[in-house]
């Protein structure tokens, strides 16, 4: 077997994954001997500082990854008229299922912004523990 006929021959994009290469904060941390934890805190700093300006984060990046995930999607919408073509309309139809539930088109700064957000809104809901949640010292007080 050679390295064209490997397991995973199908290219990333068209198996729904990102690409595995080496993160530029990862190659900053290594190169200017800084933490990988203090390189990445820089970066939500500044995605946190972007968000708070502006409400979004513009990555000049994503008009590239739409492309691409429209070719996708054309080409999986291709694949599956020629299963359809063939008889095969339940894999036809899953093949189209596939290709219209990839997940969202964001760049690692937009991944980054959500997740920033989606932890904002969980420290908001979570309520520290007062008198109204019974902590057990605040009760002893009050007696």
Same mark, same amino acid.
């Given at each position: 077997?050679?390295?064209?006929?490997?397991?995973?021959?199908?290219?990333?994009?068209? !198996?729904?994954?990102?690409?595995?290469?080496?993160?530029?904060?990862?190659?900053?941390?290594?190169?200017?001997?800084?933490?990988?934890?203090?390189?990445? +805190?820089?970066?939500?700093l500044?995605?946190?500082?972007?968000?708070?300006?502006?409400?979004?984060? *513009?990555?000049?990046? !994503?008009?590239?990854?739409?492309?691409?995930?429209?070719?996708?999607?054309?080409?999986?919408?291709?694949?599956?008229?020629?299963?359809?073509?063939?008889?095969? *309309?339940?894999?036809?139809?899953?093949?189209?299922?596939?290709?219209?539930?990839?997940?969202?088109?964001l760049?690692?700064?937009?991944?980054?912004?959500?997740?920033?957000?989606r932890?904002?809104?969980?420290? +908001?809901?979570?309520?520290?523990?007062?008198? =109204?949640r019974?902590?057990?010292?605040?009760? =002893? +007080?009050?007696?």
């Open positions: 077997m050679n390295s064209s006929e490997s397991a995973n021959a199908t290219p990333r994009a068209i !198996r729904g994954e990102n690409k595995t290469k080496r993160r530029e904060w990862i190659f900053k941390a290594q190169v200017y001997g800084k933490s990988k934890s203090a390189v990445m +805190r820089e970066r939500v500044g995605i946190a500082t972007e968000l708070s300006r502006s409400g979004t984060i *513009e990555d000049p990046a !994503r008009e590239r990854l739409l492309e691409t995930r429209e070719s996708l999607v054309a080409s999986w919408m291709k694949a599956a008229d020629v299963l359809d073509d063939q008889g095969e *309309e339940i894999l036809a139809g899953e093949v189209r299922y596939f290709a219209m539930h990839l997940p969202p088109v760049t690692d700064r937009q991944r980054l912004a959500a997740q920033l957000i932890f904002k809104e969980q420290q +908001r809901r979570v309520k520290p523990e007062g008198p =109204e019974g902590h057990p010292k605040v009760l =002893e +007080r009050t007696r």
